[in-house]
């Protein structure tokens, strides 16, 4: 298992951006895939972009594609989203996960989760 801590959320100006990051503790954090997902209030948490453990693969949501960028440390055991371009569409509880091994955007594949940052974005 590996401990995940979300932080960087906050409120936003539409175009504007924003940085999350994450933090992992625990097993070798090189060997995870890791992700990004998001919840909006009443909607299902969805994918939102993806990072394999070599950082070799990246892979993202239509809705994010060419406005956020998902990078990696593993020195520092970090995963990062730069959200560029803000929507207010892309308010949400965003939450960074881990899968052991290979990548998936199939949530149910995650077993790590962090607790969630509200990114909000106002007009």
């Known amino acids: 298992q590996v401990q995940l801590v979300e932080s960087g959320g906050g409120l936003v100006q539409a175009g504007g951006s924003l940085r999350l990051s994450c933090a992992a503790s625990g097993r070798t954090f090189s060997d995870y895939c890791m992700a990004w997902f998001r919840q909006a209030p009443g909607n299902e948490r969805e994918f939102v972009a993806l990072?394999?453990?070599?950082?070799?693969?990246?892979y993202y949501s239509e809705a994010v594609e060419g406005r956020f960028t998902i990078s990696r440390d593993n020195a520092k055991n970090s995963e990062y989203l730069q959200m560029s371009s803000l929507k207010q569409e892309d308010t949400a509880i965003y939450y960074c996960?881990?899968?052991?091994?290979?990548?998936?955007?199939?949530?149910?594949?995650?077993?790590?989760w962090g607790q969630g940052t509200q990114v909000t974005v106002s007009s």
């Open positions: 996960a881990a899968a052991w091994g290979d990548c998936y955007t199939n949530i149910g594949k995650y077993d790590n």
């Open positions: 990072i394999s453990g070599s950082a070799d693969i990246k």
